[in-house]
């Protein structure tokens, strides 16, 4: 691709040496699982994400199964989430034998609208799950205010999310968990799959830490049925190289969505994004996508491709619509805001080494495929 969607390769060429060199320290070390650069991984993650404790797992999707499982969620129980999102958001609420009940979505922000969250509540319901999609911020503020006057828990999905904030504090940093992936397209990313809970309660921690290693404090004594679920000592040292940087990573995806507003904004037919509530200073959105709204997006599509540009549809399906929730008896209709999301958005290049001319050609493309010039074109 002259334009890629993601690009690690770039990524990995600018910290090359000490990326290796704290890989070999690895190999020299000898310890590969639950060592020390995993030990120092949580305390820092846990620092960086405003926490007093957090557990490396084996994957983002472990991790919200593993938070859920700490929180007692299980068998008859019902858990609010959003049907627009990755599958591993109501994986896990089934994993654990409870309920995923859907609520539709903000549509500007593309997450779980607050509103719509109380009447979904019945006796039943145990949590709420949030998904900070794309990197935007969910407005956490009501969803917390009602998660009190229920008694429910708040397990946040920061999947994509690492270093956002929502009025100053970080996301993962309002319920009883925060669940980061490490996916390596992920702002944060290591070399294979990685997944991380982060938590200011002693107890969810100490119970997690216990599940991730077979259900046991001591080694070779069980208390409980439990899994392997260890992020492995290699990828927290290449994790620990790249947590220095993911400041100003995420400093230069927001720039890049400012610039692509610049550039899009006046394109009949693509709606850019927005920030909650359109103020910037609500939020701070790190963009680990950047989705536009089109109903042109099959057009889109086929041009970017054949201009080899990449591009991707996050995500085609909501979760109501898929096969494995039939059981749940939604149907089309049943979110639509969600459903037309789905059926229009589109995520354009996004990643930190992303330069200004890649995303001018982005736009061109755009344009042509919008049947009409920019500003900037016409008065040349």
Not at 30 to 44: C, F, H, S, T
Not at 85 to 105: L, N, Q
């Amino acid at each position: 691709m002259d334009v890629p969607l993601c690009d690690l390769t770039q990524q990995y060429l600018a910290l090359k040496d000490e990326i290796d060199a704290a890989m070999q320290g690895v190999a020299a070390e000898g310890k590969y699982i639950l060592g020390p650069n995993v030990a120092a991984l949580e305390q820092e993650v846990a620092a960086y994400c405003q926490c007093r404790y957090a557990v490396a797992v084996n994957s983002g999707t472990d991790a919200l199964y593993l938070a859920l499982r700490a929180l007692g969620i299980g068998p008859g129980d019902e858990v609010i989430t959003t049907p627009f999102t990755f599958i591993a958001t109501s994986e896990a609420i089934r994993m654990v034998g409870a309920r995923p009940v859907f609520v539709d979505i903000d549509p500007r922000t593309y997450n779980l609208d607050p509103a719509a969250v109380e009447p979904a509540v019945t006796r039943r319901t145990k949590a709420i799950l949030p998904v900070h999609l794309f990197g935007q911020p969910c407005d956490m503020d009501p969803l917390v205010e009602l998660a009190e006057a229920h008694g429910l828990a708040i397990v946040e999905d920061c999947a994509q999310s690492i270093g956002a904030t929502c009025r100053g504090r970080k996301t993962g940093s309002f319920g009883a968990a925060g669940c980061l992936s490490f996916f390596p397209s992920k702002n944060l990313g290591c070399f294979g799959d990685g997944g991380m809970v982060v938590t200011n309660d002693r107890q969810v921690y100490e119970r997690i830490e216990m599940l991730r290693r077979h259900g046991g404090k001591v080694k070779y004594h069980h208390e409980e049925q439990g899994v392997n679920s260890r992020l492995d000592e290699m990828q927290a040292a290449i994790l620990r190289v790249k947590l220095k940087h993911l400041e100003n990573w995420n400093s230069l995806r927001r720039q890049h969505a400012y610039d692509y507003n610049r550039l899009i904004a006046d394109i009949s037919g693509v709606e850019c994004p927005a920030e909650l509530g359109g103020d910037t200073t609500l939020v701070r959105h790190v963009y680990h996508q950047y989705t536009v709204i089109s109903e042109n997006r099959n057009e889109i599509v086929a041009r970017l491709t054949e201009a080899r540009i990449g591009c991707a549809v996050y995500y085609p399906v909501p979760l109501h619509l898929q096969k494995v929730n039939a059981d749940l008896r939604y149907s089309a209709g049943s979110f639509p805001i969600a459903e037309h999301v789905a059926n229009q958005c589109l995520s354009l290049p996004m990643f930190p080494e992303l330069r200004v001319e890649q995303q001018q050609r982005v736009a061109d493309q755009l344009r042509l495929a919008a049947g009409r010039r920019g500003p900037a074109a016409r008065a040349a």
